[in-house]
C-alpha cells in the first residue's frame, strides 16, 4: 500500500514570490504521481503527472514539479506565484495508470498582494 | 465538451434517509471513480468502474454505500441509510485509461 504525505498544511508567500510544495511518498515499486489543484468550492483540476523519464515535469500555470528516489520526493514548484494560485494543492500517488488514487492531506497556499 | 457533472450539488438529509447522488462522466471515458472528501479524513476512494464493471469497492464503505453504473455516461452513489459521519463532499472523476483525471465540482452531502 503505498502512502502519500504533505508535511507542510499551509503556506503562505507574497504574490511574485517562488514557492515550492512538499510531497514524499512511501512506495517499494513503480509508481505514477500527480498533483491535483482545488480552489474553494469546486472540485479537483489536474496539474501535472509523473510515472518514468525526465524528473522535472512541466504542468499547467507555470508549475512544475521533480521527481527523486532517492528522497522519495515529487515536490511541487513555481516561479512566481499569483494570487489566482490561492487554493488548496494535492499531492497524489497510484500503482496502476487509472485514477484510483491515494491522496496526500493536502496543502493550503495563501498568496497575499 | 463538457466535464463532469454532478447533481445535487448540495443535499440535506436525515439521519436514516436514503439519498442517491448522481454523476455523468465525460463524454469517452471509461473509468469512473467515486471519491469521499472531508477534513478530518482527506480524500478517499469509494467505487472504481472500468467499462461500467465494478472494479473496486472501497472495504469501509460496503456496508451503507453503492455505486452503480447503469450505462456509461451514468452513475449513481447510493447511501442507505445515511448517518450525520456521512456528512461531506462526495466526488466523482472520470477518464480514459491512462490519461488526465477530471473531476466533477461535488455533491455536499449534509446529514442532521
Known amino acids: 500500500t503505498q502512502t502519500v504525505s504533505q508535511s507542510d498544511a499551509h503556506v503562505t508567500v507574497f504574490e511574485g514570490d517562488s514557492v515550492e510544495l512538499r510531497c514524499n511518498y512511501s512506495y517499494g515499486g513503480s509508481i505514477y504521481l500527480s498533483w491535483y489543484i482545488q480552489h474553494h468550492g469546486r472540485g479537483l483540476q489536474f496539474l501535472l503527472k509523473?510515472?518514468?523519464?525526465?524528473?522535472v515535469v512541466q504542468g499547467v500555470n507555470g508549475f512544475e514539479a521533480e521527481f527523486s528516489k532517492s528522497d522519495s520526493s515529487f515536490h511541487l514548484r513555481k516561479a512566481s506565484v499569483h494570487w489566482s494560485d490561492s487554493a488548496v494543492y494535492f499531492c497524489a500517488a497510484s500503482t496502476t495508470n487509472t485514477g484510483k488514487l491515494t491522496f496526500g492531506d493536502g496543502t493550503v497556499l495563501t498568496v497575499k498582494p | 465538451d463538457a466535464g463532469v457533472t454532478q447533481t445535487p450539488r448540495h443535499e440535506v438529509a436525515e439521519k436514516g434517509q436514503t439519498i442517491i447522488l448522481k454523476c455523468e462522466p465525460v463524454?469517452?471515458?471509461?473509468?469512473l471513480f467515486w471519491y469521499r472528501q472531508t477534513k478530518i479524513q482527506g480524500l478517499e476512494l469509494l467505487s472504481y468502474?472500468?467499462?461500467?464493471?465494478?472494479?473496486?469497492d472501497g472495504g469501509a464503505f460496503k456496508d451503507r454505500f453503492k455505486a452503480e453504473m447503469l450505462n456509461s455516461s451514468f452513475s449513481t452513489l447510493k447511501i442507505q441509510p445515511t448517518e450525520p459521519k456521512d456528512s461531506a463532499v462526495y466526488l466523482c472523476?472520470?477518464?480514459?485509461?491512462?490519461?488526465?483525471?477530471?473531476f466533477g465540482k461535488g455533491t455536499r452531502l449534509t446529514v442532521v
Open positions: 468502474f472500468r467499462s461500467k464493471s465494478l472494479m473496486e
Open positions: 509523473y510515472y518514468s523519464g525526465n524528473p
Open positions: 463524454s469517452g471515458h471509461n473509468d
Open positions: 472523476a472520470s477518464s480514459k485509461q491512462g490519461t488526465e483525471v477530471f
